[in-house]
Nanobody
Framework: QVQLVESGGGLVQPGGSLRLSCVTS????????MGWYRQVPGKQRELVAA???????NYADSVKDRFTISRDNAKNTVYLQMNSLKAEDTAVYYC??????????WGQGTQVTVSS
């Protein structure tokens, strides 16, 4: 069983920055494709950013040029650097790991609130 633990959420003013971290258990983190998703009440969970095991990244249009996903395989950690935050970025952010055979795991989520 793979465990994912997110951290770094909190309250930030519009225009501010936060960095989310997701530490993943297991010894084969480098083979996982990783993603950050977010969800607000009443809406479906949506992909924010993803990074493959080979380092290829993908972003939702709404966060391009503001958010950056990265990974440190030595630390079994994936990061989401969020800059120029907006009120509409307020959500619970979830970390996801998945592999080519379809298995997928989720973290418990971390709340990000953007408000003045």
């Amino acid at each position: 069983q793979v465990q994912l633990v997110e951290s770094g959420g909190g309250l930030v003013q519009p225009g501010g920055s936060l960095r989310l971290s997701c530490v993943t258990s297991g010894s084969i983190f480098r083979f996982y494709d990783m993603g950050w998703y977010r969800q607000v009440p009443g809406k479906q969970r949506e992909l924010v950013a993803a990074i493959t095991s080979g380092g290829i990244t993908n972003y939702a249009d709404s966060v391009k040029d503001r958010f950056t996903i990265s990974r440190d395989n030595a630390k079994n950690t994936v990061y989401l650097q969020m800059n120029s935050l907006k009120a509409e970025d307020t959500a619970v952010y979830y970390c996801n790991a998945h592999v080519s055979n379809g298995r997928s795991w989720w973290g418990q989520g971390t709340q990000v609130t953007v408000s003045s």
